[in-house]
């Protein structure tokens, strides 16, 4: 029994080693007041790379607003067109459900590179000039699908005769729509956005197919790459690590909050 | 004018016809039950009057007025569900008062109907409660104070208590009658269970494979059963299968296994037909094979158990069937399983049914 125990506590050990090792050195150099590219020796603490980065000396704070815009107008419109979409096939009695399920899920599956060049071509055959509006089309393409699951989810632990019964007292499709299913699926759609939001926050290689000059967060770094990494990213990623932190720590002390009254339907 | 009116329901799910010609009344402040098993087409039925499923043909009338082409929200009645359907994200008071801001009360009215309600089941200071903090039986009440609540005439209940346990399901009953009785206005009730049907109703419409069996009052249901469906479904029984001999004004005379047997006059059959006496397992009484009965077989007591109140014989009879007697329990020695028995009844208390 002992020995078992102590190996899976060594096995934990590693996994959140491996898995937080890289992180707590990007923390932890983000502080460093060494600036040489070519040795990684930490000569003592400095706040010169956050300083840098409030004054974006190297163009790293814009690129992230860039990223920034980019996601939430993609979000926005995958949230619209996911959850209707969801909504739809759920309470769809067709011939070839399965089939359009299937294809609309297609896009998460397909690798980035060829979806990519696929936009791209689409693009420049379509005569698409607009980055932003080339941009936000490619990420709405596989943002889409991450809502529709999560909120279809959802749906299907859904009794659908909580919508029915708001209709028998009175209210209309829209009503009832708004004061009962909205407030029942939030969760999903909530958490299939911010699922969409970190996967278009991240995407580099979509992008850099279909992007002309419009730089995102990732391809601002990997061009940064070439010409050396400015050790700014390391200040930029943990203030994004400490962002993202707090929301995920948030949004766990508001689902805890919540839980007793969504459990039930949950199962 | 009767309240509700079903005219010839029609309803097919793909290939299989789930309604078959439905009619059915419901007049003001009846309580009426549509029984059957599963698969009746009982559901099918609420769920057109409610407006959530169209039917393929045949109309519904709410005081004289079509509704087939209104949909759920403007037609004036509203649903208790199987499974309650309480809003989860809502306490007590916003689910009972969902319809009353619907209606456009104010928060003053819809605070005192909602108080009113509660009252009515017996839920006083639930308020604040959400369903999931609540017990089978009280969702149940709340979702009877959330239909009641806008004050129409008409209530459908879609199997309430079906999911109640069974000391519940009987106090439930008493409740829902009482509730009936006390608003005054209209039930439509959907159940399989027979008991809560005789119970609870002013009348029972058995449903069988889309069709209405028969339609009257539980003592009609019970006393007067009209189909071997009917008469099989309700109560338990056994049915002997006769021949008509005879039809004369007082009764008629069957025949079962080359012995004469009196039955009582029904409608619709003739010398030649065939027929079958519909056995009622506590109208039986197990004789003595000497004893004198207006209507009696001869045959062989097979097994006898003692159940405290009642005591079940099962009489084989001379001519091969089983008969089952539930007879009241009683301090002297009974008969033995092997001994020769007679199986009698009364014939003016045995419905004869095709």
Same mark, same amino acid.
């Given at each position: 029994?002992?020995?078992?125990?102590?190996?899976?506590?060594?096995?934990?050990?590693?996994?959140?080693?491996?898995?937080?090792? +890289?992180?707590?050195?990007?923390?932890?150099?983000?502080?460093?007041?060494?600036?040489?590219?070519?040795?990684?020796?930490?000569?003592?603490?400095?706040?010169?790379?956050?300083?840098?980065?409030?004054?974006?000396?190297?163009?790293?704070?814009?690129?992230?607003?860039?990223?920034?815009?980019?996601?939430?107008?993609?979000?926005?419109?995958?949230?619209?067109?996911?959850?209707?979409?969801?909504?739809?096939?759920?309470?769809?009695?067709?011939?070839?459900?399965?089939?359009?399920?299937?294809?609309?899920?297609?896009?998460?599956?397909?690798?980035?590179?060829?979806?990519?060049?696929?936009?791209?071509?689409?693009?420049?055959?379509?005569?698409?000039?607009?980055?932003?509006?080339?941009?936000?089309?490619?990420?709405?393409?596989?943002?889409?699908?991450?809502?529709?699951?999560?909120?279809?989810? /959802?749906?299907?632990?859904?009794?659908?005769?909580?919508?029915?019964?708001?209709?028998?007292?009175?209210?209309?499709?829209?009503?009832?729509?708004?004061?009962?299913?909205?407030?029942?699926?939030?969760?999903?759609?909530? &958490?299939?956005?911010?699922?969409?939001?970190?996967?278009?926050?991240?995407?580099?290689?979509?992008?850099?197919?279909?992007?002309?000059?419009?730089?995102?967060?990732?391809?601002?770094?990997? &061009?940064?790459?070439? =010409?050396?990494?400015?050790?700014?990213?390391?200040?930029?990623?943990?203030?994004?690590?400490?962002?993202?932190?707090?929301?995920?720590?948030?949004?766990?002390?508001?689902?805890?909050?919540?839980?007793?009254?969504?459990?039930?339907?949950?199962? | 004018?009767?309240?509700?009116?079903?005219?010839?329901?029609?309803?097919?799910?793909?290939?299989?016809?789930?309604?078959?010609?439905?009619? *059915?009344?419901?007049?003001?402040?009846?309580?009426?039950?549509?029984?059957?098993?599963?698969?009746?087409?009982?559901?099918?039925?609420?769920?057109?009057?409610?407006?959530? =499923?169209?039917?393929?043909?045949?109309?519904?009338?709410?005081?004289? /007025?079509?509704?087939?082409?209104?949909? +759920?929200?403007?037609?004036?009645?509203?649903?208790?569900?199987?499974?309650?359907?309480?809003?989860?994200?809502?306490?007590?008071?916003?689910?009972?008062?969902?319809?009353?801001?619907?209606?456009?009360?104010?928060?003053?009215?819809?605070?005192?109907?909602?108080?009113?309600?509660?009252?009515?089941?017996?839920?006083?200071?639930?308020?604040? /409660?959400?369903?999931?903090?609540?017990?089978?039986?009280?969702?149940?009440?709340?979702?009877?104070?959330?239909?009641?609540?806008?004050? /129409?005439?008409?209530?459908?209940?879609?199997?309430?208590?079906?999911? *109640?346990?069974?000391?519940?399901?009987?106090?439930?009953?008493?409740?829902?009658?009482?509730?009936?009785?006390?608003?005054?206005?209209?039930?439509?009730?959907?159940?399989?269970?027979?008991?809560?049907?005789?119970?609870?109703?002013?009348?029972?419409?058995?449903?069988?494979?889309?069709?209405?069996?028969?339609?009257?009052?539980?003592?009609?249901?019970?006393?007067?059963?009209?189909?071997?469906?009917?008469?099989?479904?309700?109560?338990?029984?056994?049915?002997?299968?006769?021949?008509?001999?005879?039809?004369?004004?007082?009764?008629?005379? *069957?025949?079962?296994?080359?012995?004469?047997?009196?039955?009582?006059?029904?409608?619709?059959?003739?010398?030649?037909?065939?027929?079958?006496?519909? *056995?009622?397992?506590?109208?039986?009484?197990?004789?003595?094979?000497?004893?004198?009965?207006?209507?009696?077989?001869?045959?062989?007591?097979?097994?006898?158990?003692?159940?405290?109140?009642?005591?079940?014989?099962?009489?084989?009879?001379?001519?091969?069937?089983?008969?089952?007697?539930?007879?009241?329990?009683?301090?002297?020695?009974?008969?033995? +399983?092997?001994?020769?028995?007679?199986?009698?009844?009364? +014939?003016?208390?045995?419905?004869?049914?095709?």
């Amino acid at each position: 029994m002992r020995r078992k125990r102590v190996g899976s506590a060594l096995f934990l050990a590693v996994m959140l080693v491996m898995l937080y090792l +890289p992180v707590a050195v990007v923390v932890l150099y983000s502080f460093n007041a060494n600036t040489s590219r070519f040795t990684f020796a930490f000569t003592g603490f400095s706040t010169q790379y956050y300083q840098g980065l409030l004054h974006d000396t190297k163009g790293l704070v814009s690129a992230l607003m860039t990223s920034l815009e980019l996601a939430a107008y993609s979000c926005g419109l995958s949230l619209v067109i996911g959850t209707l979409g969801a909504l739809g096939l759920a309470g769809a009695q067709m011939r070839g459900k399965g089939a359009v399920e299937t294809l609309s899920l297609l896009p998460v599956m397909i690798p980035e590179i060829i979806l990519g060049f696929a936009l791209m071509a689409v693009f420049t055959f379509a005569g698409v000039k607009n980055d932003m509006v080339k941009l936000v089309i490619a990420h709405v393409t596989f943002c889409v699908p991450y809502i529709y699951l999560v909120v279809k989810a /959802r749906l299907t632990g859904m009794d659908p005769s909580l919508n029915e019964a708001a209709r028998d007292l009175g209210a209309g499709p829209v009503r009832a729509f708004f004061s009962v299913t909205l407030p029942l699926i939030l969760p999903g759609v909530l &958490s299939g956005t911010l699922l969409a939001f970190a996967m278009s926050l991240d995407d580099f290689v979509i992008s850099f197919f279909v992007s002309d000059t419009t730089v995102t967060l990732p391809l601002k770094i990997y &061009s940064s790459v070439k =010409t050396g990494v400015s050790l700014q990213v390391n200040a930029l990623c943990s203030v994004m690590l400490a962002t993202v932190a707090i929301a995920v720590a948030l949004s766990k002390l508001l689902s805890r909050k919540k839980e007793p009254g969504e459990m039930k339907n949950e199962e | 004018m009767a309240l509700l009116e079903l005219q010839n329901l029609q309803k097919h799910f793909g290939k299989t016809q789930v309604l078959r010609d439905l009619s *059915l009344q419901v007049e003001e402040g009846q309580f009426v039950t549509l029984l059957g098993p599963s698969g009746c087409g009982k559901t099918t039925t609420l769920r057109i009057v409610a407006g959530l =499923t169209d039917p393929d043909g045949g109309d519904v009338l709410l005081e004289g /007025r079509s509704m087939l082409r209104l949909p +759920p929200e403007k037609r004036e009645l509203n649903t208790v569900f199987q499974n309650y359907a309480l809003f989860p994200h809502m306490n007590v008071e916003k689910n009972v008062a969902y319809a009353l801001r619907l209606m456009g009360m104010s928060a003053r009215q819809r605070a005192a109907r909602v108080a009113e309600m509660l009252k009515l089941v017996q839920m006083e200071g639930y308020e604040k /409660r959400m369903p999931d903090k609540l017990s089978g039986g009280q969702r149940q009440r709340i979702a009877i104070a959330r239909a009641v609540a806008p004050g /129409r005439k008409l209530l459908l209940l879609d199997e309430p208590l079906g999911a *109640l346990d069974l000391k519940l399901r009987r106090q439930m009953q008493e409740e829902i009658k009482g509730l009936q009785k006390e608003l005054g206005i209209a039930f439509l009730y959907i159940t399989h269970d027979q008991e809560e049907a005789l119970n609870m109703s002013d009348r029972i419409g058995i449903l069988h494979e889309g069709r209405l069996e028969q339609l009257g009052t539980p003592e009609e249901i019970y006393e007067r059963p009209t189909s071997r469906f009917a008469a099989e479904f309700i109560g338990q029984s056994t049915l002997l299968p006769c021949r008509v001999l005879a039809v004369g004004t007082e009764g008629m005379t *069957l025949e079962f296994a080359g012995q004469k047997l009196p039955a009582r006059a029904t409608a619709g059959f003739r010398a030649g037909d065939e027929a079958l006496v519909c *056995l009622r397992n506590e109208r039986v009484a197990c004789l003595s094979p000497e004893a004198a009965a207006e209507a009696s077989l001869p045959g062989t007591l097979v097994s006898r158990h003692y159940a405290g109140g009642s005591v079940r014989y099962v009489i084989e009879l001379d001519a091969g069937p089983r008969v089952v007697c539930v007879a009241p329990s009683a301090g002297d020695a009974a008969f033995r +399983p092997g001994q020769r028995v007679r199986a009698g009844w009364n +014939p003016r208390e045995t419905a004869v049914v095709r």
